[in-house]
């Protein structure tokens, strides 16, 4: 099918951007102080012609710092103009996991309070505000013992997030008011007990005060699919309240993290030491053109099982018994790695103890109980925790100290003891004496091991996780009957999943070398089947051949005859490799060293001298790969990574894997799409994608395309976040330049973006020797709270690459960003009603705002559900793009098929991939440049990698992060 210019919107876009930059002149002239500020450029003497320049580009700094203040492009009926596939009809049933909300019985209004919470000294005075640290089941205790205090509020929805703030259905009418004149309220509770009676020891001053009182649209109003974020922040709060209430019991039927709830009557999988997998339910409440409606998708976390703390202990030192932990502690032959096992296992853990039943948390492990480091003063004498608890279990007046030891003293004096104070103020408790009540969520202790084990247990088709959805006593359920979300009004919750509507878009058409078609059809996979590479890559020798070089990398050779076992695979890619238009010679015997730097960069350079193209990097021992790429990049050697296990296992395919990897580094071109030119008739302009008309419109003249993603550290890690920027370099869209460099850890704004973006530019142009004339830009990882951030922060970065690569504003370069997210949890599922079950989506499934309300997306948004691939396990999450910045003129239906048929280009395997290239790129640019910090660069290294890749001659290969 072929895609048209806009011509008519194209046209409008730019006379209003003209008209802007008109308005923008004449401000500037009166405020060209603050002009230079924002831009940030230095005034000089310049003659007439220059100080023009100047100004303009003055203005052309300034101009794009004010556009970014704008919202995000309005959502308008051109942009849904000509629709492009195949509208799926009614009969054919596209199902979410989102359940619509009918709204009629729903307030008004919502109340919002502030939460304080201080916890009371003995003579009444408030201690420091602890609403934000306290335990959140002491804090859920809390509130609802003031709302027991208040018979008023009985009846009244109550919304509360274990923090700082509660939202109800109705006014609380508050007695007082604070200095600002706000409703107040301030009442002294007493913590309950387990019977449910105040305590008078332990006391807290909780304060409420009134802070906004938020509008909800009426009944069926439109308003429904345009709520802001803090009304549905504010319902959702509600939504699983009762569950937080629920905390507050010995055994609560459901636990909570975050928006996840888990069934305490969930099988626990069991994981690695004491851990254990829990598959719950993520619930939110979600506004679109449908109205308001429930996202529920299964999630699947890590828990520390209930149990005896010891018993805990037992299973992450992986020790058959308990008995046998304490012997080894006894003998102190346990080695630091149980140890730290232990303790990650423990820390931050929630207890209960079972000599007084306080619930607290552990800070950290502490010394055994009869060591002497755990001694502490005493009635005048210091003494052991384990010599502490022997005198309590004598004094008549502690029976619980009797009943939790029966023998008057510790059985396990050994066991490192828990510390349930703080770092500065430790309060030592026998870890026999701790109890964890319920599975609590650890996070922080996920290795790769687990990672496998999670994401086999995660895996559920699309039929198993609908029904576990919807059938029987699900969270669906529970919602539906919960009296709160009937108090608010929440509860009518259609039991049907949502059936959507939705288009198929046309696959791409995949090109060989002379001409040689493959049509994926809807498969989303093909296979080459003898055809060759659409181009090699440049630099062969006079025989037409790559010269490669072999490394291994390992503490000693691989067992067994590994010399027969590594031919057979040099073998069998030089003669795959022969049939697909890659001539590769081996250039020499293979090298071999340790995994240490020093030796790595020898080997390497030896091979470098011996020009080879690429070397092959087989990885005997674990945890070489970010030195082994660290080492070759600062060198400009191109390098293929394997693992010994992947050539001793050889699996169906390996050779035209790796094939493939090597061709796109070295230069070459995969496939290209099929032109959709007519043969006869129309334009024969040149254009610059090839082939002509293959991949839209946008690519007739000089276009690149950005990916821009940020790898965070895990946590805890002291290292930096890694950013990454990767720009397309042909009108083919086969071969990119990456630029990374390190940021503050966690930052996710691009610091560094115009640095980046200059050297795409500058690349791009020392290879096509013009500059693009269509920015499009697929920006990762960032969410919708985000998107003000990225046209504010990013933006004008984009805009004064421009600037600073000799743009004018009569250039008319035009911009477009794309936000991609695949953090999200929406599923689109097929209904087949042959069979009666639920499967996934083909490859090119689209759902967007032409669905009106039978449509899951935005109705602020100009965004669209896209689904490019066949799931390989599991069910299909498709990805959300949403047009955050937009200079060219979309339509909805151009950049939706652009993005699908972009997902055929991808140069590390033979389908169709889940997200956008540019930006799958650029994740796996931040990836690369990640492995390389964890083995030592610093950001002026990745930068000097980057620029040593990113060269201006054709001839020279730039995709080392592939």
């Given amino acids: 099918m072929v895609l048209h210019h ?63 203040s704008l919202s995000l492009p309005p959502i308008a009926p051109w942009r849904l103009q000509t629709p492009i596939g195949a509208t799926l009809p009614p009969t054919d049933l596209v199902r979410t996991n989102c359940f619509q909300i009918n709204t009629d019985r729903m307030p008004s209004a919502m109340f919002k309070y502030a939460v304080h919470i201080f916890p009371l000294n003995a003579d009444g005075s408030d201690r420091e505000e602890v609403s934000q640290k306290e335990d959140d089941r002491i804090t ?49 509770v007493g913590l309950p007990d387990r019977s449910g009676e105040e305590s008078t020891r332990k006391c807290y001053r909780v304060t409420l005060t009134e802070v906004q009182r938020m509008i909800l649209p009426g009944p069926g109003s439109n308003d429904w699919s345009n709520l802001n974020q803090d009304l549905l922040h504010a319902l959702d709060i509600n939504l699983i309240s009762f569950i937080r209430f629920m905390q507050t019991s010995d055994a609560p039927a459901w636990s909570l993290v975050g928006p996840k709830l888990f069934a305490a009557t969930e099988e626990a999988m069991p994981l690695v030491g004491a851990f254990v997998a829990k598959t719950g339910y993520y619930t939110t409440l979600k506004s679109c053109l449908a109205g308001l409606v429930l ?15 010891i018993d805990i202990m037992r299973r992450a030192a992986e020790m058959r018994s308990v008995d046998d932990l304490h012997n080894d502690l006894s003998r102190q032959s346990m080695s630091s790695d149980r140890l730290d096992r232990i303790r990650k296992a423990v820390k931050s853990i929630k207890i209960r103890t079972t000599h007084t039943g306080f619930s607290k948390k552990v800070i950290d492990l502490g010394p055994a109980a009869d060591s002497p480091d755990s001694a502490f003063e005493h009635e005048g004498r210091r003494i052991t925790v384990a010599q502490y608890f022997e005198l309590m279990c004598r004094d008549r007046t502690k029976p619980l100290y009797r009943q939790a030891l029966p023998s008057g003293r510790l059985r396990y004096p050994k066991l490192p003891t828990v510390n349930i104070g703080s770092n500065s103020h430790p309060v030592l408790v026998p870890s026999e004496l701790c109890h964890v009540t319920t599975p609590q969520n650890r996070k922080n202790v996920i290795t790769p091991e687990m990672t496998a084990q999670i994401i086999r247990i995660a895996a ?22 919960d009296p709160n979300n009937r108090a608010m009004g929440q509860h009518q919750i259609n039991p049907e999943p949502m059936a959507v509507s939705a288009t198929i878009l046309p696959p791409a058409q995949i090109i060989y070398k002379d001409m040689s078609k493959v049509d994926p059809g809807l498969r989303g996979e093909w296979k080459m089947d003898g055809k060759r590479f659409y181009a090699s890559p440049p630099g062969a020798d006079t ?39 890659l001539n590769l010679a081996a250039g020499g015997p293979p090298l071999a060293c340790p995994p240490v730097a020093a030796r790595i960069n020898q080997e390497l350079t030896k091979l470098k001298d011996a020009q080879v193209h690429i070397a092959i990097c087989v990885m005997v021992a674990d945890r070489t790969y970010g030195v082994i790429k660290k080492e070759a990049n600062g060198m400009g050697l191109m390098t293929q990574c394997i693992l010994w296990k992947t050539i001793e296992r050889s699996p169906a395919g390996l050779a035209t894997n790796v094939l493939i990897k090597m061709n796109a580094k070295m230069g070459g071109t995969n496939h290209v799409l099929a032109s959709r030119a007519a043969t006869t008739g129309g334009s024969q302009a040149k254009q610059f994608q090839e082939p002509r008309s293959s991949i839209s419109w946008i690519m007739d003249k000089p276009c690149m395309f950005l990916g821009i993603d940020v790898s965070h550290p895990e946590p805890g890690s002291d290292k930096p976040s890694v950013a990454a920027v990767v720009a397309s370099m042909d009108g083919r869209l086969s071969q990119y330049c990456a630029y990374v460099t390190s940021q503050t850890s966690n930052k996710e704004m691009v610091t560094k973006l115009e640095d980046a973006i200059c050297k795409m530019l500058e ?11 269509t920015i499009i830009v697929y920006r990762d990882g960032v969410s919708e709270g985000q998107f003000d951030q990225v046209l504010r922060d990013e933006l004008p970065q984009i805009h004064g690459a421009l600037e600073r690569c000799g743009y004018m504003p009569n250039d008319q370069v035009k911009v477009s960003v794309v936000v991609c997210q695949k953090r999200h949890h929406t599923r689109v599922v097929y209904e087949d009603r042959t069979t009666n079950t639920m499967i996934n989506p083909c490859p090119g499934l ?5 669905g009106g309300d039978r449509s899951i997306v935005s109705g602020s948004y100009n965004e669209f559900f896209l689904n490019t691939h066949v799931a390989i396990q599991g069910t299909a999450k498709p990805c959300k793009y949403t047009l955050i910045y937009d200079e060219v003129g979309f339509k909805l239906s151009e950049l939706e098929l652009l993005t699908n048929w972009t997902t055929y280009l991808y140069s590390r395997c033979n389908r169709s991939v889940s997200y956008a290239t540019p930006a799958y790129y650029a994740h796996w640019a931040s990836q690369h440049a990640k492995e390389m910090v964890a083995a ?22 730039t995709m080392f992060f592939l």
């Fill in 295 to 309: 996202n529920v998708d299964l999630s699947v976390n890590v828990f520390v099982d209930a149990g005896p703390l």
């Fill in 543 to 581: 025989k037409g051949r790559h010269k490669y070089g072999v490394l291994l990398v390992g503490n000693g050779p691989p067992l067994g005859d590994w010399r027969a076992t590594l031919g057979r695979f040099q073998e069998m890619l030089e003669q795959d490799g022969a049939r697909a238009g």
């Fill in 140 to 188: 859920a205790a809390l509130l609802a013992k003031l709302r027991s205090k208040h018979p008023a509020w009985s009846g009244v929805g109550f919304g509360y997030d274990g923090r700082s703030i509660l939202v109800t259905s109705a006014t609380l009418n508050l007695p007082s008011r604070n200095p600002d004149g706000e409703p107040f309220l301030s009442e002294r």
């Fill in 936 to 957: 030592g660069a610093i950001g002026e290294e990745l930068e000097n990698i980057s620029k040593t890749w990113a060269r201006g001659d054709s001839a020279k290969p």
């Fill in 6 to 68: 806009l011509e008519g919107a194209a046209a409008v876009v730019v006379e209003v951007a003209e008209e802007a930059v008109g308005e923008v002149v004449l401000e500037v002239e009166a405020a060209e102080a603050a002009a230079v500020e924002v831009g940030g450029l230095e005034v000089v003497a310049v003659g007439a012609e220059e100080e023009r320049t100047v100004k303009w580009r003055k203005l052309t700094r300034f101009s794009a710092y004010l556009e970014t």
């Fill in 846 to 850: 689209v759902v967007d705002a032409r």
């Fill in 460 to 481: 559920k088709r699309p039929d198993d996780r609908m029904r576990q959805i919807t059938s029987g006593s699900t969270v669906v359920t529970m919602l539906r009957d």
């Fill in 763 to 773: 690349t791009f142009r020392s290879r096509n020797r013009v500059f693009p004339e």
